[in-house]
């Protein structure tokens, strides 16, 4: 653990009695109490009481059985006397909450609700009314004891233990009975303790288990009518698995369709995932929470009943959560404390009409549609406002309800995701909507972009949505980045203004259209002067893990685009080379830099400029209604569509490329894999007056040829594709024409 010299006197929100209930000269006085036969989490927690104190006071804390004399530590009330733990009602703590309570001048009480109530109380006690931070794994922030030499003008970070603590009587209990974030960086148990993160009472299955339940392999040869009929077939992918789905971009070429689900209407398959299912529990019968949900991708069954079943139910989600009752009914019989646990998700986010979940249902409503760089609740941002009426409809009629929330950019690990400033709302608006459970999904690799702040906050926020979040964010700061502080503010503010005076919509698959040149300019100048603020080794190289970020950026970010006498000219940022940046990201031990894509791999997803400006000539095609500007070197863009006669724009590439969307281009098509121009560059191979043939080349030899049609007098453009393969091998032809046209007011086409 990290020492760092830094304490505050924080009893935020604490009901505080007046008068000091004890003095420094006391802190020398205190012992232990845990009974003999105190559970093992209980005497863990003595033992981290014992621990902290004696970094925060200097003083040791013997551990007994029975009280003596000096000041008794109540580690729980099970043998305290009635005097004691008379104030503590432990049915009201249900089922994790705390109480933190002096008794006269002689008594502490730390207790609490379930297993790790204690342990909880514990880390409330140190962090509230001491002022230790679990900042990271490897920073902690302990104060200086009372009696250390004090400089002059402490820093933020020289701050110490208080010389005297008050009378307390604190009880918190967590809005949230499952609380847990998913970040590398911070998922290590201890974090987790730390600030009380708990997956209670436990999952035996986790999410996208259909097959698992009822695998392909095992039994669709037999009876592929347990399974979704799509177009009139029924499919499953015998022999693959889901993780070879996402880790092959040809096996979803060839084989995509296959991934579909189950026939959740089929009598048989509720006979089997039940008996299946059930089977599972009772050799693993601990874990209370089981997933029978469905697979990560689409295909619902479009069977006669299924479909008929959807149509009358409004969402296929009524078939689905029809048949996760019966299971869930058949379950409760043999298991009545269990509970099972299904996904409102993409295509079953929304509540049937008629059918309802039971008591022992859990939906689990998955938020990964919406723009995260403003609230889900905010009225102005048009999928939030879907998701929004989802949670409400949602608690309406359920009686377990828990959140998928995403806190990620699963395209681009590296790139900047400013969320911050959306959180507490964002958690304060499940806690308003009977939310009981909070999963907010992170990175599974070590993250880069704000993979330190994010978690600490998200933590201390999933413990205590009223949390002051303003105040614990700078104390963060301060703290983490000591004199680095006021540039990382100064970069935090650049990159949550930017998004949003961009207008742009940023959800958990972003492109980072808002990013531009100008942008990383000024954010690696903000990292520079943080960089050279920082005094010591470990600070440093906080902000060069951070800088990780505005370097990735500046590998993606749009262009400065300008036109100069017929020519497109583009600029990007200054930037390593996506070789150097590899060599980068792997020196700090991060192994992806999209989800399930290895960072070695990057330069597949970054295409390399070959200079850092660009300037190509502009192609015009026009007659007295059309005008087309072409740019063959860019991707053979059509940068701009503009319809003369009625007076406006059909593309505007020529105003937004490289920010958002607005040309048209001939594009990759492989399923569920970003979707990016299918050639880097395109030679004019046939030209006239009324017309332009593109010749371009795709990385695997595919010749794509596009010829593109104006006539003297016509109203339309006529566009054709052309694919020839002059390799003696197999090509996928994958190409699809992608026009992106404006809608004349929204953004996205």
Avoid at 142 to 159: C, D, F, M, S, Y
Avoid at 477 to 499: K, M, N, T, W
Avoid at 643 to 671: A, S
Wanted: aromatic share 10%.
């Amino acid at each position: 653990m990290t020492r760092l010299l830094y304490a505050a006197l924080l009893c935020l929100a604490a009901p505080l009695a007046h008068g000091a209930w004890i003095t420094e000269a006391d802190y020398g006085r205190l012992r232990a109490i845990v009974p003999a036969t105190a559970s093992e989490e209980d005497q863990f927690a003595a033992a981290e009481f014992v621990k902290y104190w004696q970094l925060a006071t200097g003083h040791e804390v013997p551990v007994a059985h029975a009280p003596g004399n000096g000041i008794n530590v109540w580690l729980g009330v099970g043998e305290a006397p009635q005097e004691v733990r008379g104030g503590v009602d432990m049915d009201a703590l249900a089922p994790d909450g705390v109480r933190i309570r002096t008794v006269g001048s002689s008594d502490l009480v730390i207790a609490g609700a379930g297993p790790k109530g204690t342990l909880n109380g514990v880390y409330e006690f140190f962090e509230r009314f001491i002022g230790v931070r679990w900042l990271a794994p490897d920073a902690t922030f302990v104060p200086a004891p009372p009696g250390t030499a004090r400089p002059e003008n402490p820093k933020p970070w020289e701050r110490y233990t208080p010389e005297q603590l008050p009378e307390i009587d604190f009880t918190h209990v967590p809005v949230f009975e499952y609380r847990w974030t998913r970040h590398n960086r911070a998922q290590t148990a201890e974090f987790a303790r730390h600030h009380r993160l708990t997956q209670s009472p436990g999952f035996g299955l986790w999410v996208h288990t259909l097959y698992r339940l009822l695998p392909p392999d095992t039994y669709f040869e037999t009876h592929p009518e347990y399974y979704s009929e799509i177009n009139g077939e029924r499919v499953a992918p015998v022999g693959l698995s889901a993780g070879d789905y996402w880790a092959d971009p040809d096996l979803r070429r060839q084989y995509g369709y296959r991934f579909a689900q189950l026939c959740v209407t089929n009598p048989e398959v509720v006979d089997k995932v039940t008996e299946n299912l059930l089977n599972m529990m009772r050799a693993n019968p601990t874990p209370r929470i089981w997933s029978v949900s469905q697979e990560d991708w689409d295909g619902y069954c479009q069977c006669v009943d299924c479909s008929a079943e959807t149509e009358a139910e409004g969402t296929p989600m009524g078939p689905l959560l029809r048949f996760v009752n019966q299971v869930a009914e058949r379950v409760e019989a043999e298991f009545p404390r269990h509970f099972v646990e299904t996904l409102a998700y993409t295509w079953s986010r929304q509540v049937p009409r008629t059918v309802r979940p039971r008591e022992n249902v859990i939906i689990r409503l998955c938020s990964i549609e919406c723009d995260f760089a403003r609230p889900l609740n905010d009225p102005a941002a048009p999928e939030n406002v879907r998701f929004a009426q989802d949670i409400r409809d949602w608690a309406d009629v359920a009686h377990q309800l828990y959140i998928w929330d995403y806190v990620v950019n699963f395209h681009h690990y590296h790139l900047p995701h400013p969320n911050l400033k959306v959180l507490q709302e964002n958690i304060r608006f499940f806690a308003d909507h009977n939310v009981r459970g909070v999963f907010e999904q992170g990175l599974g690799a070590p993250e880069v972009e704000l993979g330190y702040i994010r978690p600490y906050l998200l933590s201390r926020l999933l413990w205590n949505p009223d949390l002051d979040y303003a105040a614990a964010k700078e104390e963060f700061i301060d703290l983490f980045f000591q004199e680095a502080g006021p540039a990382y503010r100064e970069y935090l503010d650049l990159i949550h203004r930017a998004v949003l005076e961009k207008d742009w919509t940023m959800d958990t698959f972003d492109s980072g259209g808002w990013i531009d040149k100008a942008l990383v300019t000024e954010a690696r100048a903000i990292l520079d002067r943080a960089l050279a603020a920082a005094q010591n080794d470990a600070v440093r190289e906080r902000v060069r893990y951070e800088r990780l970020s505005v370097e990735y950026a500046a590998l993606v970010a749009a262009p400065a685009l300008s036109i100069d006498n017929g020519t497109f000219v583009l600029e990007w940022p200054v930037s390593m080379s996506v070789e150097e940046y590899i060599d980068l990201a792997q020196s700090f031990g991060v192994p992806e830099y999209a989800e399930r894509m290895p960072i070695a791999d990057l330069g597949k997803a970054v295409r390399k400029r070959p200079t850092q400006r660009v300037e190509a000539p502009i192609l015009t095609l026009e007659n007295e209604r059309h005008l087309l500007w072409i740019v063959p070197e860019i991707e053979g863009s059509v940068m701009r569509w503009r319809d003369k006669k009625r007076g406006f724009e059909l593309l505007r590439g020529y105003v937004e490329y490289g920010t958002r969307p607005g040309t048209w281009q001939d594009w990759h098509n492989i399923p569920l894999m970003p979707e990016s121009p299918a050639a880097d560059s395109y030679v004019v191979v046939e030209q006239s007056d009324s017309h332009v043939v593109l010749e371009g080349v795709r990385d695997d030899g595919l010749v794509i040829r596009r010829t593109m049609r104006l006539e003297e007098g016509a109203d339309r453009i006529e566009i054709s594709l052309e694919l020839h393969n002059p390799t003696d091998e197999p090509l996928l032809p994958t190409v699809k024409i992608h026009p992106e046209f404006y809608d004349q007011g929204g953004h996205v086409p």
